[in-house]
């Protein structure tokens, strides 16, 4: 009797749809909510936009990097295979166990409160300041309530239908990007042609929060921008899936990571234009507040709940992702077994799926600013160390070099070194116990995987 097969990952996911996925995966929880955060640290409106935009030059300086990276070694799994392949097997498994946490489960937590504070326009109880307090005080004060039932409720339905085949994801992905897009682009549009804005609230800084010195305080704000740029890396990790990824991986990064770029620093101006920064300062759902400023109250509801549509298709794009890391660790022996399981039907990794969606609602309880604080530090570490890796890779024999990236070598590269060394630095100085959670997660990882001893050798992967 013939054996049967072991069910595997399939090449479904065009250059549209893994577009899509980096639009879907970068366009969410940061321009949602973190200008208001901006306001309260900066203060001046034009180092709000110099953020952004610095932000923007990182991002696209990392996708042109990763691009490399992953035409070079196209296996799904993103930093885990990089760092395996050019640090051992130690590193890749602390990066795709952090990724487990603080990559996924964590971001999309954020989305999916961001999500919640949306519908708080219309629903004030799912605000995530009115869910009552259970455990913690002060910047640590653990909330349960409204936002988390709603948040879990979101989670819940994603992961349920990410367990159901990728094309059918793809599909609904591809419809709530276009419509993300779509509502983004004619808030823009709208909101500069006939809202009722003032050009003068670009010469009315706030009043900042924090007596840290502004150039210090930049370095730890940028943890805020790197979360809202963290998806440009998203096709790396579906790469196993992509039709021709040495040719659609690459434009798919680079074509996602400069519409958003576009598109944020747009919105971003908007956001002042209708709000000044004083009003805005500290306010999660800064779009519902910049919509009701420019078009009124019930104008202003109707793009309050078509943004809180699009944050689902960040909740969706990142359910997609995360899976897919988990599932090459365990190919390689560095997870769960349960992980690479890959139903015979839907021919999609459902443990590690269902995994993840357990591990996002815990974390829906945890405060909001500290989340992304969290995710930004631990995910800057592993971007700095992937990046790294390209001085390893470019010495081996029969490595495919992109032009972009040898221009002006190592340019590019030291760039990105310099701005990621810089913010995990003044992060440690600034932020010491949620960077010390951080380093917590990133040790136990590597203590994890010692103590299961798992022989997997690098270049395996």
């Known amino acids: 009797m013939a054996t049967l097969a072991k069910p595997v990952l399939l090449r479904q996911i065009g250059l549209a749809s893994a577009t899509a996925l980096v639009v879907s995966n970068m366009v969410g929880t940061g321009i949602f909510t973190t200008t208001g955060f901006l306001a309260g640290d900066l203060g001046s409106p034009p180092l709000i936009l110099l953020i952004w935009l610095v932000g923007a030059l990182c991002a696209l300086i990392g996708a042109f990097c990763y691009s490399e990276l992953g035409i070079n070694l196209p296996s799904s799994g993103g930093e885990y295979v990089y760092l395996t392949r050019a640090y051992g097997p130690t590193w890749g498994f602390m990066s795709g166990w952090v990724s487990f946490f603080a990559g996924f489960s964590a971001p999309i937590a954020a989305a999916a409160l961001a999500f919640s504070d949306y519908l708080g ?4 109880a799912l605000k995530q300041e009115n869910a009552h307090a259970f455990a913690g005080s002060g910047d ?40 993300k897009v779509t509502v983004l682009a004619g808030f823009v549009v709208l909101g500069f042609a006939f809202g009722a804005g003032d050009w003068n609230h670009f010469s009315q800084p706030a009043a900042r929060w924090t007596e840290t010195p502004v150039p210090a305080q930049f370095a730890v704000s940028l943890f805020w921008i790197y979360v809202a740029y963290s998806g440009w890396n998203a096709a790396t990790y ?24 576009a598109l944020y620093l747009l919105l971003n101006t908007l956001f002042i234009y209708a709000v000044r920064p004083e009003q805005m300062k500290g306010v999660v759902a800064v779009g519902s507040l910049a919509a009701a400023n420019l078009f009124g109250s019930q104008v202003g509801g109707v793009f309050a709940a078509l943004m809180a549509v699009s944050l689902m298709s960040t909740v969706n794009a990142m359910v997609t992702i995360g899976p897919r890391v988990y599932y090459a660790m365990a190919n390689n022996g560095a997870f769960l077994k349960s992980a690479a399981t890959v139903d015979p039907r839907w021919h999609t990794p459902v443990y590690a ?37 390209l001085f390893r890779f470019r010495k081996r024999e029969g490595w495919m070099k992109l032009r972009v990236v040898s221009f002006a070598w190592p340019l590019m590269p030291v760039i990105f070194l310099l701005v990621g060394s810089w913010m995990i630095v003044q992060g440690f100085e600034k932020r010491p116990a949620i960077s010390a959670v951080s380093v917590v ?15 997997v050798e690098a270049g395996k992967v």
């Open 121 to 124: 326009y219309f629903f004030p």
């Open 140 to 179: 640590w004060t653990f909330r349960f309530g409204g936002a988390q039932l709603a948040a879990c409720g979101l989670v819940a339905v994603f992961t349920l239908l990410n367990c159901m085949g990728v094309q059918r994801t793809a599909r609904v992905q591809n419809a709530l990007t276009l419509l």
């Open 238 to 261: 579906v790469a196993e899936e992509l039709k021709q990824p040495a040719r659609t991986l690459p434009l798919a990064l680079l074509l996602g990571t400069s519409i958003v770029a």
């Open 353 to 389: 799926i269902l995994a993840q969606g357990v591990c996002t609602m815990l974390m829906t309880v945890t405060p909001f600013p500290q989340l992304v604080v969290y995710i930004g530090f631990t995910l800057n570490f592993f971007a700095v160390m992937s990046v790294a890796s």
């Open 441 to 455: 997660t990133i040790l136990t990882g590597a203590l994890v995987y010692r103590l299961r001893r798992v022989p």
